[in-house]
C-alpha cells in the first residue's frame, strides 16, 4: 500500500503530465516513444526527462559531444585537405586524357606536348613516391615494394628546366580547365545562360557558389521536414490505428448485441414455425388415419353388405319356395271351404312377406352401389 501510494504521489498533474511527455519525446526523438507508453510508465517518463538535461536528443552526454564534435571538426579538415588533392590530381588527369584526344586528332604545338608529358611524368613520380613513404600506421621493418625508395623514383623527374616551365604555365592552363568545366556546370544547372557573353558568365559565376549553397541548405532542410513528417506520420498511424482498434471492439460489441436481440426473435419465430409446421403434420396424419379408418369402415360395410344380400336372398328363394309350395296347395285343395280360407290367408301373409323383403333387398342393393 505504502509503494502505490509512493507512485501515485510521484506522478505529476493532468496539465503538467501533457507538458512533460512533450518534452520527453522532443528530447527522444529516436526513441520511437508515444504519449501512451509514458502514461502507462510514469516513472520512467520522469526518469527520461531528468536524463534528458544531461543528454542530447540523439543521447550523447555534453563531454562527449564536444569531443565527437572536435573529432569532426579534425576529420573536415583532413577531408578537405584530402578533397584538395585529390580534385588537382583528376584535373590534371583530365587535361593529359584532352591533350591526347587532340594530338590524336589534329597536330599540337611541341610546348604543349612537353607541358603535358611533364605533367604526367611529374604525376607518376609522385604517386610512387606517395606508395612508397611509409605511413605513420604502418610497421617500419616492411620491405618496400620492389625494394624501391622513393630518393630513387625522385631520380626519374624530368629536367629541372621543364619542371620550371611547367610550373610557370600550369596556373593559366588549370584556371582555363576550371573555368570551362565552370561554364560546363552553369550552363547544366541554368540551361538558358548558355548563350551569354563570357563577361556576364563571369559575372553570374561568382554567384554559383551561393545558389548552390542554398540548394543544398534547401534541399537538407526538406529533407529534415521529410524526416519529421515520417515521424509524426509515424505517430498518427499509430493513434488511427489505436482508435481504430477501439472502434472495432466497440462495433463486434454491438453486433453481438444485437446478435442477441435479433437471436431471440429468430428463436421465437422458428419455435412458430416448427409448431405450425407440426400442426399442419398432425393435421395430414390425422387426415391419413380418417381416411384409414373410413377404408377399413367401408370394407367392413361392403363385407356386412354382402352378407345381408346373400341373407335376404336366401330367405326370398326360401318364401318363393314356400309361396310355389303354397300356391300348390292352393290348387289341390281349392275344392276344400274353411281349409281354404285359413290357406288363402296364410298365402296372403307370405305374399306380403315376400314383397317386404324384396323391397329391402332392391333398397339395399341401390345403397350397397
Avoid at 512533450?22 to 510508465?41: I, R
Avoid at 559575372?203 to 524526416?227: D, T
Avoid at 419465430?269 to 384409414?292: G, H, P, S, T
Amino acid at each position: 500500500m505504502m509503494s502505490t501510494y509512493d507512485d501515485s504521489a510521484s506522478v505529476p498533474s493532468l496539465g503538467k503530465a501533457d507538458d512533460l511527455h512533450q518534452q520527453v519525446l522532443a528530447s527522444f526523438p529516436l526513441c520511437q516513444l508515444t504519449e501512451e507508453d509514458l502514461t502507462q510508465h510514469p516513472l520512467f517518463c520522469k526518469l527520461l526527462a531528468t536524463l534528458s538535461q544531461h543528454v542530447d536528443r540523439t543521447g550523447l552526454t555534453v563531454t562527449l559531444k564536444r569531443e565527437l564534435e572536435k573529432a569532426e571538426r579534425d576529420l573536415q579538415t583532413q577531408r578537405l585537405s584530402w578533397l584538395c588533392s585529390e580534385s588537382m590530381y583528376r584535373l590534371l588527369q583530365e587535361m593529359i586524357q584532352e591533350h591526347c584526344v587532340r594530338k590524336h586528332h589534329s597536330t599540337v604545338a611541341p610546348e604543349d606536348d612537353t607541358f603535358y608529358e611533364t605533367v604526367e611524368q611529374c604525376l607518376v613520380v609522385a604517386q610512387c613516391v606517395r606508395q612508397l613513404n611509409p605511413s605513420a600506421t604502418a610497421s617500419q621493418d616492411q620491405p618496400p615494394v620492389l625494394g624501391l625508395s622513393a630518393q630513387q623514383v625522385l631520380e626519374l623527374m624530368p629536367q629541372e628546366q621543364d619542371v620550371w616551365k611547367m610550373k610557370q604555365r600550369l596556373p593559366r592552363e588549370l584556371e582555363k580547365h576550371l573555368k570551362k568545366k565552370c561554364f560546363s556546370v552553369l550552363s547544366y544547372y541554368q540551361p538558358e545562360w548558355e548563350d551569354e557573353s563570357e563577361g556576364l558568365k563571369n559575372m553570374k559565376l561568382s554567384h554559383l557558389s551561393g545558389l548552390l549553397e542554398r540548394e543544398r541548405k534547401r534541399a537538407e532542410s526538406l529533407k529534415e521536414k521529410s524526416r519529421e513528417s515520417a515521424s509524426l506520420l509515424q505517430r498518427q498511424t499509430h493513434c488511427y490505428l489505436s482508435e481504430l482498434l477501439g472502434c472495432i471492439q466497440i462495433l463486434q460489441s454491438l453486433i453481438l448485441d444485437h446478435r442477441l436481440k435479433a437471436q431471440k426473435e429468430l428463436d421465437r419465430k422458428k419455435i412458430d414455425y416448427f409448431e405450425a409446421k407440426c400442426e399442419i403434420i398432425m393435421q395430414k396424419i390425422r387426415a391419413e388415419m380418417l381416411e384409414i379408418q373410413l377404408d377399413t369402415y367401408t370394407a367392413d360395410t361392403i363385407s356386412a353388405h354382402k352378407k345381408i344380400r346373400e341373407k335376404l336372398e336366401t330367405e326370398l328363394n326360401a318364401s318363393q319356395l314356400e309361396k310355389q309350395s303354397v300356391e300348390c296347395k292352393l290348387s289341390s285343395f281349392e275344392i276344400f271351404g274353411k281349409e281354404f280360407e285359413a290357406l288363402a290367408e296364410e298365402y296372403s301373409r307370405l305374399r306380403q312377406e315376400i314383397d317386404t323383403k324384396s323391397w329391402a333387398l332392391k333398397e339395399f342393393s341401390q345403397h350397397t352401389d
